[in-house]
C-alpha cells in the first residue's frame, strides 16, 4: 500500500512530530506531548492539518436533489454558506460514514468525510449519482485542510499575516460574526501570488475554531502565517493523539469506534441527523431508519468512571457478572481529572445515574452513566 502524505508533512517532520498511520496517511501524533497539546487548545489554541480528510465537490443542476437522495441531510434545504452534519447510510442503515456538506456557490458542495471511508464514500457517492445531472470531483492531492482550534482561533486568523477578508469572496459574512456551521472566503497572499481559502466555523475539539480549506500549493505558507501569529497567542501544533482526547470530552463519535456499518445513527444518539419525519425526500437507508434498530439494540451512553486508571475501546462493561455492553472510546480526561469513556450498552442499562463497572484488565471499576458532553466550552 503506498504510504500517503500531506502537502504539510515536511513541516511536520522539521517541527518534531511523530508519525502514526491514520488510513494509509502518515499524519503527526504529537510534537511535544499529549496533554500539553490538549491543555493547549482548551485555554489557547492549536494547529491540526486534517489535510487526509477525503473532500468531495458535488456540482451540477441535480446537486442538492442527488445529495437529498444519497445522504441523510435535507440538502435541498442548506442555505449558500451554511453546512450541516449528515449521514451517509447503506440500505439497511448501517453507517458508511458521518460528514459536513456545505453549499459554498449555488449548486456547488463540499462533502468532507473521513479519510479512512475515503473509498467507501466515493463508492457509495458513485453508485448513487446515476440518473442526476451532477458531477463528483474527487478532490485529493488538490486541497489541503488545516484547522485552528481553541478560544484564541478567532484572532489567530485575523493576526495571520496575508490572511484577510475579501468581500466579493466573503459571502455576505464577517469573519468577527461568522456563525457555528457556516462558511465563508478569505484571501490568502504568500510570495507574491493569492489564493482563495474556504473558512468554516467548525471543528472537531469541543472549543471554538474554524477550518481552512486551501490549494495544496498555497497549505505550507498558510500554516507558517498562522503559526507566527498565534505563537504569541499561545497556539500550537498539535497532533492526532490530542485531537482523540478533545472530541472524547466533547462526546463527539469517531468512525470505527462510535460508528460503524452495524450501527444506526439513533444507537449512537444521533436519530436528529436521520431525520425521515422530517425530511421529504427519500434517501438510502430511510425504511430502515424508519423501522428502527430493534429494542434491545444497545445504544451508546458516557460514563464517568472512579480512580485513574481508564478504559479503552474494547473493554467489557458489567452490571453485576453480567456483560452488559463494550467501551468504545476512553481515556483519562486532561481537562476533568477523571476517566470517562463512551461504551455501547444494553437499553435497560442507559439511564444517567446507573452504576456499573468497567473490567480494566481485570480489575472492576466502578462508573456511572451519565449524559454527553463530558465537556461543554463556556460561550461568550
Keep these: 500500500m503506498t504510504e500517503l502524505r500531506t502537502p504539510l508533512h515536511d513541516l511536520h517532520a522539521a517541527g518534531g512530530a511523530s508519525f502514526t498511520d491514520f488510513g494509509g496517511w502518515q499524519m503527526p501524533v504529537r510534537y511535544s506531548s499529549d496533554l500539553a497539546e490538549h491543555h493547549a487548545v482548551r485555554e489557547a489554541a492549536g494547529l491540526f492539518d486534517i489535510s487526509h480528510m477525503a473532500q468531495l465537490m458535488i456540482a451540477g443542476p441535480d446537486a442538492a436533489a442527488f445529495l437529498d437522495a444519497a445522504i441523510t441531510a435535507d440538502v435541498s434545504a442548506i442555505p449558500v454558506s451554511r453546512a450541516r452534519y449528515a449521514m451517509l447510510l447503506a440500505e439497511d442503515g448501517g453507517i458508511i460514514d458521518d ?95 493569492d489564493s482563495a481559502v474556504l473558512v468554516s466555523r ?56 462510535e460508528l460503524s456499518r452495524e450501527t444506526q445513527p439513533a444507537q449512537a ?26 429494542d434491545d439494540a444497545r445504544v451508546l451512553v458516557g460514563l464517568r468512571a472512579e480512580g485513574r486508571r481508564a478504559a479503552r475501546a474494547g473493554y467489557p462493561v458489567l452490571a453485576g457478572e453480567e456483560v452488559v455492553g463494550e467501551v468504545t472510546s476512553g481515556a483519562l480526561s486532561p481537562t476533568l481529572g477523571f476517566p470517562v469513556a463512551m461504551a455501547f450498552v444494553d437499553p435497560a442499562h442507559r439511564e444517567p445515574g446507573t452504576v456499573l463497572d468497567l473490567d480494566v484488565r481485570g480489575t472492576r471499576i466502578p462508573a456511572t452513566v451519565v449524559a ?6 463556556k460561550k461568550s
Design 372 to 377: 454527553l458532553p463530558f465537556y461543554s466550552r
Design 99 to 193: 460528514l459536513i456538506v456545505s453549499q459554498n456557490a449555488p449548486g456547488e458542495y463540499l462533502v468532507v468525510a473521513n479519510a479512512g471511508n475515503h473509498d467507501a464514500v466515493v463508492e457509495a457517492l458513485t453508485a448513487r449519482i446515476e440518473g442526476f445531472e451532477a458531477t463528483l470531483t474527487d478532490l485529493r492531492g488538490h486541497l489541503a485542510l488545516i484547522a485552528v482550534q481553541g478560544p484564541a482561533a478567532q484572532r489567530i486568523l485575523e493576526a495571520t499575516a496575508g490572511l484577510v477578508q475579501a468581500p466579493e469572496w466573503a459571502m455576505g459574512h464577517d469573519l468577527e460574526e461568522l456563525p457555528y456551521y457556516a462558511v465563508m472566503g478569505m484571501r490568502f497572499s504568500s510570495g507574491g501570488r
Design 202 to 257: 467548525t471543528g472537531y475539539t469541543g472549543e471554538d475554531g474554524f477550518e481552512l480549506a486551501v490549494d495544496t500549493a498555497h497549505a505550507a505558507a498558510l500554516w507558517q502565517a498562522l503559526l507566527a501569529a498565534g505563537e504569541p497567542l499561545g497556539l500550537v501544533p498539535c497532533g492526532l493523539a490530542a485531537r482523540d482526547t478533545l472530541r472524547l470530552e466533547a462526546g463527539m463519535p469517531l468512525y470505527g469506534h
Design 269 to 294: 444518539g444521533l436519530g436528529r441527523i436521520a431525520p425521515p419525519k422530517t425530511k421529504t425526500a427519500d434517501f438510502t437507508g430511510r425504511a430502515a431508519v424508519e423501522r428502527g434498530p430493534g
